[in-house]
């Protein structure tokens, strides 16, 4: 095996770097303290039951476990590639090998927090095509040696590559890092961008939220938050409160967005490598999220008002991942421009080169159930706010004129269509999103009929991919079966794979 | 590009109409014993239900006042799914196409579900009580698609569900064979 620019000979058994102690530790406190907050208020707050000290008292015990046994781990985790195989052997009182082939491992992503930037070390994590008791991740590695470990598992994995001939790469790269081609880097003036223009409705919900958590809270502790406002005589409750709790909402909603996304694609790049995409980013924890172009699933990217302005799209490629059911890897990225999107399109998708040449739009009977259920879910709660809090029904007055123009121009913009190799799905209220799938990852396809939808001779399609499923809702029944048999058609005869 | 094209990707121009319809497929019944087993499990579930419901009736006061009214919800939404219980038998069924396999369902809110076998993650079938009781199994088949789009087709034969589950296991099979 010939080692360019490495040291390390990955055939004998190897520990993680000694931090890694130090990041177990760090791991089992927030672990603990995550899992144990509520009991630590409590005891705070109370200080003088006794049963209280006991369950402290086990607490710090089996945190104190934990932690002994996290070290003895340490010591007794090694690592090391072999016959094609990543080797893990570890077990505190037992010994347990697991080996998992090299051509099973499908991404190798790179992650620092605070604590690994000080030490020089990243958190590696292997993601495999299995089970997810199969994922294997490695707290600390130099990042030396978690270089040198990712390129010897792609380079070993190309070779492999090699002998079977159904797989996309023909030749063997000449490097044994890929080269990086970058999208795009955020430079400051973006990210201030990204952050104006980021979707602070999302942030005043997760405000409004976070404020009745605290309203909640208070109430539990025995403050009473409504009668201490009625005691200070100017805040009365009008129009004009209302007018500038909404305005205060906005603002402080406004600097957490743009706070959120600095610190979350602080000096972002967005790259393309040999087969796949890189993005790197974070301020306090610095995250390196990788994905091949057959793990992907759908890219999709949409504007808003603010954004349409710009010129600028937040843009997101969902992957499928060995854990696909729980959680959902994303790529995301704020602030990308159409020619950018474009650049992506067609490195990911260089086999289609046409868009739809027709496209399918919801059934104006869609449009008319909503607009009968908004009404009356509105109408209800209308009555039902009149005889309890009269200063309500200021905001769902509001939404009361916002729902049916949204729904209005939902069934307006919302497009479906085709071409041999994708899907598109043009769709959005205020901004306009665009979701491209490519038909070789649909997983399975389900027609779906309402008695009202049967009333009319309309049904939905529901397509599943490895990383969600996409709606095309009110259609009429016989392009449903129709598109159904082209999809399954499409996927069926395809031989590219689809995770 | 062309290295794709090359690569033993073949992906021939194919006539529209060429695809074969869902619309043809010929829907077979699950087994005529699973209307029974329904009613049985609906029986259970009544009875269960109507237990919980007395000692509740027997335990608290506060449940006594609307006791009646809960009973005969309780009767309404059971005579409901009693009634309905052959015509949810006739609305299902399963066909088997050499690349997929079809299940539709529901008798006002209808479903049809497409599967191909190559993405057919794994496959198993399943026996519960009331299955043994009237010699019949529940055939699950899952995807990738997570939880939603996995199938569960349950009143089948055990020979014929195991049959099925080898079928597909072994296309499959043949399909990862054919790509690697």
């Given at each position: 095996m010939e080692k360019k620019n490495n040291s390390y000979d990955f055939s004998v058994p190897h520990r993680q770097s000694i931090y890694a102690i130090l990041i177990i530790i760090v791991k089992t406190y927030r672990v603990l303290i995550g899992q144990l907050w509520p009991v630590l208020v409590l005891f705070l707050i109370n200080r003088s039951s006794s049963q209280n000290?006991?369950?402290?008292?086990?607490?710090?015990?089996?945190?104190?476990?934990?932690?002994?046994?996290?070290?003895?781990?340490?010591?007794?985790?090694?690592?090391?590639?072999?016959?094609?195989?990543?080797?893990?052997?570890?077990?505190?009182?037992?010994?347990?090998?697991?080996?998992?082939?090299?051509?099973?491992?499908?991404?190798?992503?790179?992650?620092?927090?605070?604590?690994?930037?000080?030490?020089?070390i990243v958190r590696v994590k292997v993601d495999t095509a299995g089970s997810a008791k199969e994922e294997v991740s490695f707290d600390a590695l130099p990042i030396d040696m978690a270089e040198a470990f990712r390129d010897e598992i792609l380079l070993a994995k190309n070779r492999l590559a090699v002998n079977v001939p159904a797989t996309e790469e023909a030749e063997l790269p000449a490097e044994p890092t890929p080269a990086y081609q970058t999208i795009l880097t955020l430079h400051p003036k973006n990210l201030l961008l990204a952050g104006i223009t980021a979707n602070h409705i999302r942030s005043s919900g997760l405000l409004l939220l976070f404020f009745l958590w605290i309203f909640d809270k208070l109430n539990e502790l025995g403050f009473d938050p409504v009668e201490y406002v009625d005691r200070i005589p100017i805040l009365?409750?009008?129009?004009?409160?209302?007018?500038?709790?909404?305005?205060?909402?906005?603002?402080?909603?406004?600097?957490?967005?743009?706070?959120?996304?600095?610190?979350?694609?602080?000096?972002?790049?967005?790259?393309?490598?040999?087969?796949?995409?890189?993005?790197?980013?974070?301020?306090?924890?610095?995250?390196?999220?990788?994905?091949?172009?057959?793990?992907?699933?759908?890219?999709?990217?949409?504007?808003?008002?603010?954004?349409?302005?710009?010129?600028?799209?937040?843009?997101?490629?969902?992957?499928?991942?060995?854990?696909?059911?729980?959680?959902?890897?994303?790529?995301?990225?704020?602030?990308?421009?159409?020619?950018?999107?474009?650049?992506?399109?067609?490195?990911?998708?260089?086999?289609?080169?046409?868009?739809?040449?027709?496209?399918?739009?919801?059934?104006?009977?869609?449009?008319?159930?909503?607009?009968?259920?908004?009404?009356?879910?509105l109408l209800v709660l209308l009555a039902g706010l009149y005889f309890t809090s009269i200063y309500a029904i200021?905001?769902?007055?509001?939404?009361?004129?916002?729902?049916?123009?949204?729904?209005?121009?939902?069934?307006?913009?919302?497009?479906?269509?085709?071409?041999?190799?994708?899907?598109?799905?043009?769709?959005?209220?205020?901004?306009?999103?665009?979701?491209?799938?490519?038909?070789?990852?649909?997983?399975?396809?389900?027609?779906?009929?309402?008695?009202?939808?049967?009333?009319?001779?309309?049904?939905?399609?529901?397509?599943?991919?490895?990383?969600?499923?996409?709606?095309?809702?009110?259609?009429?029944?016989?392009?449903?079966?129709?598109?159904?048999?082209?999809?399954?058609?499409?996927?069926?005869?395809?031989?590219?794979?689809?995770? | 590009m062309e290295h794709i094209i090359s690569d033993g990707f073949e992906n021939p121009q194919v006539e529209i109409k060429s695809y074969p319809s869902i619309r043809q497929l010929d829907f077979q019944a699950l087994h005529p014993r699973s209307v029974k087993a329904a009613y049985l499990s609906l029986l259970i579930g009544f009875m269960v239900l109507l237990l919980g419901y007395v000692i509740a009736y027997l335990l608290s006061a506060d449940f006594r006042s609307f006791f009646w009214y809960v009973l005969l919800g309780h009767f309404v939404v059971f005579g409901l799914l009693f009634y309905f219980v052959q015509s949810r038998y006739l609305a299902k069924g399963y066909a088997i196409r050499a690349r997929d396999i079809s299940y539709r369902s529901g008798v006002f809110f209808k479903s049809l579900v497409v599967i191909p076998f190559s993405r057919?993650?794994?496959?198993?079938?399943?026996?519960?009580?009331?299955?043994?009781?009237?010699?019949?199994?529940?055939?699950?088949?899952?995807?990738?698609?997570?939880?939603?789009?996995?199938?569960?087709?349950?009143?089948?034969?055990?020979?014929?569900?195991?049959?099925?589950?080898?079928?597909?296991?072994?296309?499959?099979l043949d399909r990862h064979g054919e790509e690697e």
């Open positions: 000290y006991v369950f402290l008292y086990v607490m710090i015990g089996l945190g104190t476990l934990g932690m002994i046994i996290s070290i003895l781990n340490f010591f007794r985790y090694f690592f090391s590639i072999r016959g094609g195989e990543l080797i893990i052997e570890k077990g505190v009182f037992g010994k347990k090998k697991v080996s998992i082939p090299l051509e099973r491992i499908q991404t190798i992503n790179f992650e620092q927090n605070i604590i690994h930037r000080l030490a020089q009365e409750y009008s129009f004009v409160l209302f007018l500038f709790v909404l305005l205060l909402v906005f603002v402080v909603s406004f600097i957490i967005s743009m706070v959120r996304t600095a610190i979350g694609h602080y000096n972002l790049t967005f790259s393309r490598s040999e087969r796949g995409f890189v993005v790197e980013s974070g301020l306090l924890t610095r995250k390196v999220v990788s994905a091949l172009d057959h793990k992907i699933q759908t890219i999709s990217w949409y504007d808003n008002l603010l954004k349409r302005f710009f010129g600028l799209y937040d843009f997101t490629m969902s992957q499928a991942s060995s854990e696909q059911v729980h959680v959902k890897k994303a790529i995301q990225i704020p602030a990308m421009t159409q020619e950018e999107i474009d650049f992506v399109k067609k490195s990911l998708y260089p086999y289609a080169k046409k868009l739809p040449k027709t496209y399918l739009s919801m059934s104006k009977y869609r449009l008319y159930r909503r607009l009968a259920f908004i009404t009356l879910g200021y905001a769902w007055t509001l939404l009361a004129l916002y729902l049916p123009i949204q729904e209005y121009l939902t069934h307006r913009k919302y497009k479906f269509g085709y071409t041999k190799n994708l899907i598109f799905i043009h769709h959005g209220a205020v901004g306009d999103k665009t979701s491209i799938m490519p038909i070789h990852k649909v997983q399975s396809i389900n027609i779906k009929q309402s008695p009202y939808q049967r009333k009319h001779d309309l049904a939905s399609l529901v397509i599943y991919h490895a990383a969600g499923f996409q709606t095309v809702p009110y259609i009429a029944y016989d392009d449903a079966i129709f598109v159904m048999d082209q999809l399954m058609g499409r996927a069926e005869a395809s031989t590219r794979p689809w995770m | 057919v993650q794994h496959c198993e079938v399943d026996q519960g009580p009331i299955d043994r009781l009237f010699e019949l199994s529940t055939l699950r088949i899952f995807t990738a698609g997570g939880a939603s789009s996995d199938l569960s087709i349950s009143g089948l034969e055990p020979e014929v569900a195991n049959h099925i589950k080898d079928f597909i296991i072994r296309r499959t």
